[in-house]
């Protein structure tokens, strides 16, 4: 409900809102970049949803977020919105998004989760690796890199598992053949 005793800036706002079938109250006047209303009280700007928000429940921290179920940012009707923390928003963004910018998919085993939550692809990952190291500064950085105590224990262990035990047996091929051939 709205409060029957509304201040100006309050008579202001719902001035500026258009509600449409859904029952979102679109914003009818300025937007920011991102699709949400500008509202302006006094000297401050406000998102229009996370004003409505707060007149209906109470002021919002600044960290606190509002998460639109209706998908529709110009929308400020507080029924549509949900509060979240800045983590759990943006896993619900992400839990959205099933591949990666090249259109690789997120499937556990592609998928690297950093500590903050952030997902990378690997796929990704390996191409950007593969890329660096053709260049001569990343030869030299593998080079010396595979010199190090860190470098010999990772291919150490990585001779151990089956992938590496295969890569090795195929690059011992590669190399008979080349020697055969040359
Ligand atoms: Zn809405
Ligand atoms: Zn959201
Ligand atoms: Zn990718």
């Not at 639109?68 to 923390?85: F, G, K, R, W, Y």
């Not at 260049?135 to 262990?157: A, C, F």
Request: proline share 4%; aromatic share 8%; glycine share 6%.
């Amino acid at each position: 409900m709205i409060h029957l005793a509304m201040t100006k800036a309050e008579r202001r706002f719902f001035r500026k809102i258009q509600i449409d079938r859904n029952g979102c109250w679109l914003w009818t006047a300025a937007t920011d970049k991102d699709g949400y209303g500008v509202f302006g009280v006094g000297d401050k700007y406000w998102r229009a949803h996370r004003f409505a928000w707060s007149i209906r429940n109470r002021p919002l921290e600044a960290h606190e977020q509002l998460h639109h179920l209706c998908e529709t940012p110009s929308c400020a009707n507080p029924d549509h919105l949900v509060l979240m923390t800045p983590k759990q928003h943006k896993q619900l963004h992400m839990s959205r998004i099933t591949h990666c910018p090249y259109g690789h998919e997120y499937t556990p085993e592609n998928t690297y989760v950093r500590p903050n939550g952030q997902r990378n692809c690997k796929a990704c990952a390996l191409e950007g690796t593969r890329k660096l190291r053709e260049t001569p500064e990343g030869k030299e950085q593998v080079r010396i890199y595979r010199q190090s105590e860190r470098g010999k224990e990772v291919q150490r262990r990585y001779r151990q598992t089956e992938h590496g035990k295969r890569a090795h047996r195929e690059s011992e091929a590669r190399r008979r053949v080349s020697l055969r051939e040359g």
